[in-house]
Every structure is written in structure tokens, then in C-alpha cells.
């Protein structure tokens, strides 16, 4: 359950969209913005997404996505959200990603996607797990180089994930189905193995992108990820 004192609403304030905008260099560590200023304030005079949590009146989390279009169908793509250490683990994850659903079907929108480094785990199984949704494609290096905290040294390998507006909700997630899937595991805690051990990191990078970007790009379906960490994927043609 959220805690009642945590508030998500839209942003169009300047001020308001520069404290999002610090939000997101704190969380990441960032020595040059996440997002620009200006590109926040395009997003949100162009119809897209801008929101943010508030504790207390401080601004705890937040998330700006832009429209597009995925499998033929307007959808809103959740390009960053961030939360800060504090308020994880309270339901607010969940929260701002249900309030992201409630806009996109108030504005017509049938998909929401996003973006997500498929070794971090804990996303894995908030994203799959949690939310249903589902993976529809791996991206090598996707973003190039980033010199932030948390992606410093590392390649940026991504995972698209697609969550249909009109679904149910997570509480409608079913469990994941192991019956003809191969576990591909993840390891514990990526981001500080990178600052630990980058050769190991690396080598975790590798060995993913091996065992699951190929797998995809051959027709293979992610059909779960595990409390223990490994996705579940599916030979394509697989039933």
C-alpha cells in the first residue's frame, strides 16, 4: 500500500519541473543533467508526461515520458523515473506507474513502453513481475556511454518492455510459467558489482546478452522473471 502522505500529480511550473529536474541528477549521481530543462519543458508543452511524488513538499520521485507509437498504436514511451532511496519499497513505484496508466487511457493511448538495464534485478522483477509487462525487445548499447553513478563503465544494453493500457492491473499478474523455458540468470546486484569488480560486470553483460538478447532476436519470448533473479524464456514457436 502507498503511504497517504505521498502525493503524484502533473507538472507545467517551471519551478516545479526544475526541482524534477535535480530529482533526477540526485538519483543517478549525475555530474551534467539526466534530462535537460528545456527538453523537460518541451515534453509537457508538447502533450507528453511530466510528474512528480511529493513527501512531506519535497519532491521524492518523478517521471517524464513522451508520446509515440508502438506496434502501430499511440502509446506513451516513460523515457526516465527515479525515485529517491527514502521512498522505495513504499508502493510508490507502483503507484506512479499506475498514474501513468490513468493518464495515457484519459488521453487515448494504448500502449505505455519503456526502457530498462536488463541485469538489474530488481527492476526485472518490479517490471515483469509486478507490473506484467511484457518484453518485446532487446537493445545492445542502446544509449551509447553514460557517465553517471549507476551506469558509469558499463555498456547500455536495454530491454523494451510493453504495457497494454486496457489490461488489468498488477494485481492481475499471473505467476511466471517455467514449463519449456530455459532460466537465465541475473547477478545480484549489478550496480555494485561495477564499481567492485567492472571485469566481472562486463563479463555479466556479455554473457546476457548472449543468453538472452540472442535467444530474442531468434523469435524467443521472456514469459516470466523470478523472485530468485533468472527470466524464464521461451523458444519461439513455443506454446
Known amino acids: 500500500m502507498t503511504d497517504p502522505r505521498l502525493e503524484i500529480r502533473l507538472l507545467d511550473d517551471p519551478a516545479e519541473q526544475?526541482?524534477?529536474?535535480?530529482?533526477?541528477?540526485?538519483?543517478?549521481?549525475?555530474?551534467?543533467?539526466?534530462?535537460?530543462?528545456?527538453?523537460?519543458?518541451?515534453?509537457?508543452?508538447?502533450?507528453?508526461?511530466?510528474?512528480?511524488?511529493?513527501?512531506?513538499?519535497?519532491?521524492v520521485g518523478g517521471s517524464i515520458g513522451f508520446l509515440g507509437r508502438h506496434l502501430g498504436a499511440p502509446s506513451l514511451h516513460s523515457h526516465v523515473?527515479?525515485?529517491?532511496?527514502?521512498?522505495?519499497?513504499?508502493?510508490?513505484?507502483?503507484?506512479?506507474?499506475?498514474?501513468?496508466?490513468?493518464?495515457?487511457?484519459?488521453?487515448?493511448?494504448?500502449?505505455?513502453?519503456?526502457?530498462?538495464?536488463?541485469?538489474?534485478?530488481?527492476?526485472?522483477?518490479?517490471?515483469?513481475?509486478?507490473?506484467?509487462?511484457?518484453?518485446?525487445?532487446?537493445?545492445?548499447?542502446?544509449?551509447?556511454?553514460?557517465?553517471?553513478?549507476?551506469n558509469?563503465?558499463?555498456?547500455?544494453?536495454?530491454?523494451?518492455?510493453a504495457w497494454r493500457v486496457g489490461d488489468g492491473g498488477p494485481s492481475d499478474v499471473a505467476p511466471p510459467d517455467p514449463t519449456g523455458t530455459v532460466a537465465v540468470p541475473t547477478p545480484a546486484d549489478i550496480v555494485v558489482l561495477r564499481r567492485t569488480d567492472p571485469g566481472s560486470a562486463i563479463e555479466w553483460r556479455h554473457r546476457l546478452r548472449r543468453e538472452l538478447g540472442g535467444p530474442l532476436a531468434a523469435g524467443a519470448t521472456v514469459r516470466g522473471f523470478t523472485r530468485e533473479g533468472d527470466y524464464l524464456v521461451a523458444a519461439g514457436g513455443a506454446s
Open 18 to 59: 526544475r526541482r524534477l529536474r535535480d530529482l533526477f541528477d540526485q538519483v543517478w549521481g549525475a555530474t551534467t543533467s539526466v534530462v535537460g530543462m528545456e527538453l523537460i519543458r518541451a515534453i509537457g508543452h508538447a502533450g507528453g508526461y511530466v510528474a512528480a511524488a511529493y513527501g512531506d513538499g519535497a519532491v
Open 81 to 150: 523515473t527515479g525515485l529517491l532511496p527514502g521512498v522505495r519499497r513504499t508502493g510508490l513505484g507502483r503507484a506512479m506507474k499506475l498514474h501513468q496508466r490513468a493518464w495515457a487511457a484519459a488521453n487515448g493511448l494504448t500502449w505505455i513502453t519503456w526502457t530498462f538495464d536488463p541485469l538489474v534485478r530488481r527492476n526485472a522483477w518490479f517490471n515483469i513481475g509486478v507490473l506484467g509487462a511484457v518484453v518485446h525487445e532487446y537493445l545492445v548499447d542502446f544509449y551509447g556511454p553514460i557517465d553517471d553513478a549507476i
Open 152 to 161: 558509469a563503465g558499463d555498456e547500455t544494453d536495454r530491454l523494451l518492455v
